[in-house]
């Protein structure tokens, strides 16, 4: 069985930069698995942010961007806002199916 | 923009089937990708699988024997069966969708389901 891994807590200070990653087991993670990341606040539904490694969607902010580093994929956040406190969850495509990770919880502090 | 609303009973019986439904708003369901995801209280995403409006569909390896994606284009909704249910199976269900299998940019605001007697 597929298992994605996380960071399971992260904190940063206001205005900071960030990078939470995302490894899968099968191996390095590459532009294949079509990494997407996801924000979730607390009692909210998931909301996305990035598509296919890097790609953003109309309402991401600028602040926010995907890459590959490392053999892992990457959501770095730079200029950190109070309300980037949240959950992250990224999700990679293996062949059709997909596999979420297990989340990392983002502390603004 | 495409909306999406989860609609279904809030309490299932163990061994029952659970049956949800997710109306699509803004869009047409004969296109894009239709997927459903699974949250239990306090824990992480799991996906359960999705379903194009051609009919072909893919489901998580660890679920694939109990559950079935359908779509109805007719009246613009896409649905989900999970059969056999447990406590296990208690969960915010949330339906998604994307233009490619590859991605999912909207999500339903989720509806939790419990498995009690």
């Known amino acids: 069985q597929t298992v994605v891994t996380q960071e399971p807590s992260l904190t940063v200070s206001p205005g900071g930069t960030v990078t939470l990653t995302c490894a899968s087991s099968?191996?390095?993670?590459?532009?294949?698995?079509?990494p997407n990341w996801f924000q979730q606040k607390p009692g909210q539904a998931p909301r996305a942010l990035i598509y296919s490694t890097s790609n953003k969607h109309s309402w991401t902010p600028a602040r926010f961007s995907g890459s590959l580093l490392g053999g892992k994929a990457a959501l770095t956040l730079s200029g950190v806002q109070p309300e980037d406190e949240a959950e992250y969850y990224c999700?990679?495509?293996?062949?059709?199916?997909?596999?979420f990770g297990g989340g990392t919880k983002l502390t603004v502090l | 923009q495409v909306q999406l609303q989860e609609s279904g009973p809030g309490l299932v019986k163990p061994s029952e089937t659970l049956s949800l439904t997710c109306t699509v708003s803004?869009?047409?369901?004969?296109?894009?990708?239709w997927s459903w995801i699974r949250q239990p209280p306090g824990k992480g995403l799991e996906w359960i699988g999705y379903?194009?409006?051609?009919?072909?569909?893919n489901y998580s390896p660890s679920l694939k024997s109990r559950v079935t994606i359908s779509a109805d284009t007719s009246k613009n909704q896409f649905s989900l069966k999970l059969s056999s249910v447990t406590a296990a199976d208690t969960a915010v269900y949330y339906c998604a969708s994307g233009e490619a299998f590859t991605m999912i940019r909207y999500w339903g605001q989720g509806t939790l389901v419990t498995v009690s007697s």
């Open positions: 999700l990679l495509y293996y062949g059709g199916a997909q596999v």
């Open positions: 803004g869009g047409s369901i004969s296109s894009y990708y």
């Open positions: 099968t191996g390095a993670v590459t532009s294949g698995s079509y």
């Open positions: 379903i194009y409006y051609t009919g072909s569909t």
